[in-house]
């Protein structure tokens, strides 16, 4: 009886001084990018091109961590943000971010836009096993730990969001003959597929209608009165803002009333449905997992606060329905977030390692109850969405939030 | 009147500054000292440089492709990014699902290249001046949605693109992949220029030429004018297309977003910036496309594409004949520091 005793202190003891002493171990460590005083994150965007409007998000990253700065940093360190130009092309991504690389010598590559700038730099960004983290496109592909361990998306995927639409439409609308609108493009193509899937066997009978367009295209009002030919009952937009704007229009102008559900993408109060008008947008239903900066409802919401005084001392003048400021805060938010967690530890496979245990983060623009959870097997973070539904002059969140984790091929 | 004035009468109203075929190309030892300093500068920088310079080479042919149509055949064309298109698909999907050999690809890309401009010189006979970069314009808008199209879609990954393998040195010469690689894209631009080169100064060259300064002249004079015009569209589409097959080699990825209409202009604004019809100057407006855009963005950000304006539009008052004017300026410095 004694000796278990004995035996228990001791190991006690043996068990303490080790604790102790890997605390007294517990020395600075840094890769290149970090330092005592600093930690440079790199991030592209397209400032200039055919989708410059997205250059709004690097910009609000700027300034969040400005203010991160202007309170003391991270840990005591300041945020380098270096953003470069990418003109939403792939030879230019791969420049810019082997120059964030190379010459600037970041730490980790943050937000970078778009699908194929992200596709042409991901091999390089692997095998120099640097930080290619929460990526601005939602895209699958992106949630593959295992090929590609450097690699981290951020928002819902797209397919996983279509799925959500499929299986919602199943119950509530079993019979329902479907018309899909979609941008021909990787992100257009990915929706498809989303929908596909999540109808699974009943793909063929319930689907009479595939339309796409071309973003080049100046008007899709054609598309739209060789659909209502078809006749469905049921009509997916899945759309980039400009073209959701002008299906909503279109189908009120022709009297149309199809129930139409609009992609997350092209959800913004300020910038779709005012233009297609309240009155023609009623009923129109999306999913959401972010607080729209338009919508009266939020005016109260302790997260959407700070996210208000955010921009109004770091950014005056910000057209708040732009969706751009709501996602660059999020995104900036949850890079903080996986800094701070790394504490001393300021490694690249340190930074991954706390980017993938990531517990019910909520960064402020999330909806209630949307959560970023991650994991060594989950390089999804954000995977809920809640349907909403347009009435007035905002969206009415309805039903529970729905998991919709698409899981990596 | 002077016998400069009677020159410039003469040339007045063509949108094509006639250029002496001497004039195209630079002495001897110029060329030696720009190849000497191509040759060791990346011994000296960083990766990330070494690639910047693959690419200011990559473009440097395709505009010099895109001056020897039109400062040498008097064409013009908006479409080069179409052909440049062409070859970067063409070397990809050689490379990835047939598993050619990276630098067996380029002449394949080239031949493709050549046939897929000597068709499209076709129906563009027809037309000139300002038609003629019209239809071609039509081409450059046309092509990325063509490599979307799902019928094509198993072999160019559709809107996902294909990525493409660096390849590694061989014989296992102690450099990296992209020392490698830029040293391999010089040697094939030396020969490319040099090749272009003589190709100015041959028969075929000459018959350009008398085409570029007065059509019905060159026909009178038994130059087969049909023939030769689809002729330099081809060779021009060719040249393109290789630097098209080192460019997704030099970027690992080709995707149809990265052939817009913008990369045609980009060319054409290299053409102008370097001196239409000066082959050397290519590199000059390379470097302006490329590293320009860069200097713009590094002024201001939100209005970056304004400050390239501006830049742009200095270069086009102060310099009109691109980087040949300076040039010209420059020997005569040298002359007359020689005289004295």
């Given amino acids: ?409 | 009147m002077s016998a400069a004035e009677e020159v410039e009468v003469v040339t007045e109203g063509q949108a094509v500054e006639a250029v002496p075929k001497r004039a195209m190309t630079l002495g001897y030892g110029t060329s030696l000292i720009v190849l000497a300093v191509l040759i060791l500068i990346p011994l000296f920088v960083k990766n990330f440089i070494i690639f910047q310079m693959t690419m200011l080479l990559i473009y440097a042919l395709a505009v010099m492709a895109l001056n020897i149509l039109t400062g040498g055949s008097g064409q013009f064309s908006l479409g080069q990014s179409a052909f440049y298109a062409v070859g970067a698909y063409t070397s990809a999907i050689l490379m990835e699902h047939a598993g050619m050999n990276y630098a067996l690809t380029l002449p394949v890309a080239g031949i493709v290249c050549f046939g897929f401009g000597f068709l499209f010189g076709q129906p563009a006979l027809r037309l000139s001046g300002v038609y003629l970069a019209l239809a071609t314009f039509a081409l450059a808008t046309a092509m990325p949605q063509l490599l979307k199209l799902g019928y094509f879609e198993h072999w160019t990954g559709g809107v996902q693109g294909l990525v493409v393998t660096k390849p590694d040195a061989p014989f296992g010469l102690p450099m990296g992949q992209d020392m490698w690689l830029y040293y391999f894209t010089l040697a094939v631009s030396i020969g490319i220029y040099l090749a272009s080169v003589n190709l100015l100064r041959s028969r075929s060259g000459r018959a350009f030429m008398a085409i570029r300064d007065n059509e019905i002249a060159a026909s009178a004079m038994g130059v087969d004018v049909a023939l030769y015009k689809t002729l330099a569209f081809g060779v021009s589409a060719g040249i393109t297309g290789v630097a098209g097959g080192l460019g997704a080699i030099a970027v690992q990825f080709v995707a149809p977003d990265g052939y817009t209409i913008q990369l045609a202009i980009s060319l054409f604004l290299g053409m102008v910036v370097g001196g239409v019809g000066w082959l050397p100057g290519s590199i000059v407006g390379s470097a302006f496309i490329i590293f320009v855009p860069n200097i713009a963005e590094g002024i201001s950000k939100g209005l970056s594409g304004a400050v390239f304006g501006v830049l742009l539009f200095l270069v086009i008052f102060l310099v009109p004949h691109g980087a040949r004017q300076v040039a010209i300026v420059a020997q005569q410095l040298a002359a007359k520091l020689k005289k004295n």
């Avoid at chain 1, 096993?129 to 593959?144: E, S, Y």
């Avoid at chain 1, 449905?273 to 009266?296: E, H, I, R, T, W």
């Fill in chain 1, 1 to 409: 009886m004694l000796s278990t005793v004995r035996i228990a202190a001791i190991s006690a003891a043996i068990v303490a001084v080790a604790a102790t002493s890997t605390a007294a171990f517990a020395q600075k460590k840094y890769d290149t990018g970090a330092s005592d005083t600093e930690i440079k994150v790199g991030n592209i965007i397209p400032y200039s091109g055919p989708a410059s409007a997205y250059g709004v998000i690097g910009k609000t990253e700027e300034a969040y961590f400005k203010m991160i700065n202007d309170r003391g940093g991270i840990n005591g360190r300041k945020v380098n943000f270096v953003s470069y130009d990418d003109a939403y092309s792939p030879p230019k991504a791969v420049e810019q971010v082997r120059k964030l690389v190379e010459s600037d010598e970041v730490l980790l590559v943050f937000n970078p836009l778009g699908t194929p700038s992200n596709t042409a730099i991901q091999k390089y960004l692997n095998s120099k096993k640097i930080p290619q983290l929460f990526v601005a496109t939602g895209a699958t592909k992106w949630n593959d730990p295992k090929n590609f361990p450097w690699t981290m998306g951020w928002q819902p995927s797209y397919q996983s969001e279509a799925q959500i639409y499929a299986k919602w439409l199943m119950k509530e609308k079993p019979d329902a003959k479907v018309a899909i609108l979609y941008q021909n493009d990787d992100f257009g193509k990915d929706y498809l597929k989303g929908t596909k899937d999540g109808f699974g066997a009943k793909a063929a009978s319930s689907i009479i209608m595939e339309e796409s367009y071309e973003v080049s295209e100046p008007s899709i009002d054609g598309h739209i009165v060789k659909i209502k030919a078809a006749n469905p009952d049921v009509l997916l937009i899945y759309t980039t803002p400009k073209f959701g704007a002008q299906t909503i229009k279109k189908t009120a102008e022709l009297g149309w009333k199809p129930l139409q559900i609009i992609t997350n993408v092209s959800a913004s109060v300020g910038s779709v449905m005012q233009p297609a008008g309240f009155d023609n947008a009623q009923g129109v239903l999306s999913a959401a997992y972010a607080k729209d900066g338009a919508d009266s409802q939020w005016n109260n919401d302790p997260g959407m606060k700070k996210w208000s005084e955010f921009l109004d001392k770091y950014m005056p003048g910000a057209d708040k329905t732009d969706g751009g400021y709501v996602y660059g805060y999020g995104a900036a938010q949850t890079l903080a977030k996986v800094l701070e967690m790394c504490g001393d530890d300021l490694t690249r496979a340190n930074v991954m390692k706390q980017a993938a245990s990531l517990k019910d983060f909520t960064p402020d623009t999330l909806l209630p109850g949307v959560k970023i959870n991650t994991s060594a097997t989950d390089f999804a973070p954000i995977a809920q969405l809640q349907m909403q539904r347009f009435k007035g002059q905002k969206w009415e969140l309805f039903g529970d939030i729905i998991s919709g984790d698409v899981p990596s091929e």
